[in-house]
């Protein structure tokens, strides 16, 4: 046996690596989530769930891309609590993966890739944006750039995840503003806008209003998960 691979199996038997939805040891051939839990995660349907009509109150939409439906409660919901708030930084890039794996795959010519910002004092707190770790994931996958300065969230502004309907509207109208560069940055362009997890779309919606402003064409969404 060579010594690289008696290294990693030593490594592994002092620091194990555990799956981030059942915390179950993964097999030497399974990578960040087990296999039982991976082919257990509820997909996301269009046809059935239908969720890009929350996206239609923007002339930008075009097209909704998403592998997975969230639901309380689930193994989509720790997948993405893992991903979102205990560092699991990696699980973007499998996250990416899986869905290209599973024929989830943004097929515009896209000129950008828009990650949804986090606000100064969160990214801070977490150390990382996790829209911005799937937008890079999805960036080097698809050879598309990533454009991280040209959409800030304000200081202070709420997060969504325990707001309702009409709360997530009003804060998402105040959340966000445009940097000087977007108006040259974005005109006449065709941007994916990432995130998460996509909820009653008042973010996002807002998001493509501003880009609106600045003259972008057309706005594709790519989200790990749509709320069900």
């Not at 362009?189 to 009653?200: A, E, N, Q, S």
Request: hydrophobic residues 40%.
């Amino acid at each position: 046996m060579r010594w690289p691979v008696v290294c990693t199996l030593l490594w592994d038997y002092i620091y194990p690596r555990l799956c981030p939805v059942c915390d179950a040891r993964l097999a030497p051939h399974e990578w960040e989530v087990c296999a039982p839990c991976a082919l257990a995660l509820e997909r996301y349907y269009p046809v059935l769930h239908c969720a890009h009509e929350r996206l239609y109150g923007s002339p930008l939409f075009r097209q909704l891309y998403s592998l997975w439906a969230y639901r309380r409660g689930t193994g989509v919901q720790r997948l993405i609590h893992a991903l979102k708030y205990h560092g699991h930084r990696s699980l973007a890039g499998h996250i990416v993966r899986m869905a290209l794996l599973g024929g989830v795959r943004p097929e515009g010519r896209y000129d950008a890739i828009i990650p949804v910002p986090v606000s100064p004092e969160r990214r801070r707190r977490r150390g990382y944006n996790q829209s911005e770790l799937l937008a890079r994931a999805l960036s080097e996958e698809l050879g598309v750039e990533i454009l991280t300065s040209v959409v800030e969230r304000r200081r202070g502004s709420h997060s969504q995840t325990h707001l309702h309907k009409i709360e997530r509207i009003f804060n998402a109208r105040e959340a966000f503003i445009l940097s000087d560069r977007a108006s040259e940055a974005l005109r006449g362009r065709t941007i994916l806008l990432v995130d998460d997890v996509l909820t009653t779309g008042s973010t996002l919606m807002s998001l493509c209003d501003l880009l609106e402003e600045v003259g972008v064409e057309v706005v594709d969404v790519y989200v790990a998960a749509v709320a069900l």
